[in-house]
């Protein structure tokens, strides 16, 4: 079985820059969490989807983030313009409702640098 | 506001001795709760859970217990091996939402040979 994928592994990109980050979830996942993890913040849970639909996004830092999840095995993170404070890892989980778990499986993270 | 909190920044144990990694929280409303280890330049892995009608659960060389009036559970390893050496988090959640998990801020187990 595949796990969570996500592309690419390692971005370094010039402040200004637009930025984005892909996700394809574990099949039949039902639910996809975008975080970003910081030394100084930890593990932080930024935006999150239940069937393709956004539910909750109250952690997405500024208007310069964005995400979408065209179709269940897709999702993108999007930040432009890109500033050095986001220079951090990101990484994207999912998780199967409808069978009653809660455990939410990670995928190995993009780490982002912007200079 | 930190609803999970990992007091201990880092552990340090020898091997064959028994790791114990502790953790609190504040919501009374948590009724499941969760371990995942995480090694560098990789993505945190789901290791146990429990769920609030149980105080202990236990899998191979890994348990967890939950006290619930004091609001803590711990997570044993037992006997450690090198290869535990990891950052360990954990992370709590409750029924009514959609699958949102908290995290504590990590501990950062080292098992000396």
């Known amino acids: 079985d595949a796990g969570v994928i996500q592309s690419p592994r390692h971005e370094v990109t010039e402040m200004g820059q637009e930025v984005t980050l892909r996700c394809k979830p574990i099949?039949?996942?039902?639910?996809l969490f975008w975080y970003r993890q910081t030394m100084m913040r930890g593990l932080e849970l930024l935006i999150y989807?239940?069937?393709?639909?956004?539910?909750?996004d109250s952690g997405m830092p500024e208007d310069r983030f964005s995400a979408k999840m065209p179709n269940a095995s897709f999702s993108t993170l999007k930040i432009q313009p890109s500033e050095p404070r986001d220079s951090a890892v990101y990484f994207c989980?999912?998780?199967?409702?409808?069978?009653?778990?809660?455990?939410?499986?990670f995928g190995p993270g993009t780490r982002l640098t912007v200079t | 506001d930190q609803q999970v909190k990992q007091n201990s920044p880092s552990l340090s144990v020898q091997e064959g001795r028994i790791s114990i990694l502790n953790c609190d929280y504040t919501?009374?409303?948590?009724?499941?709760f969760l371990w995942y280890k995480k090694y560098p330049a990789e993505g945190p892995t789901f290791l146990i859970s429990?769920?609030?009608?149980?105080d202990k659960n236990e899998d191979g060389r890994f348990t967890v217990f939950l006290n619930k009036s004091a609001k803590h559970l711990s997570l044993h390893i037992v006997p450690s091996q090198p290869g535990d050496s990891a950052v360990y988090f954990c992370?709590?959640?409750?029924?009514?939402?959609?699958?949102?998990?908290?995290f504590g801020q990590g501990t950062t187990l080292q098992v000396k040979p």
């Open positions: 989980a999912s998780s199967s409702r409808t069978s009653g778990r809660r455990e939410q499986y």
């Open positions: 099949s039949g996942h039902n639910s």
């Open positions: 989807f239940n069937n393709n639909v956004p539910i909750d």
């Open positions: 919501n009374s409303m948590f009724d499941y």
């Open positions: 429990i769920s609030s009608i149980k």
């Open positions: 992370a709590a959640t409750d029924s009514g939402n959609t699958g949102k998990l908290i």
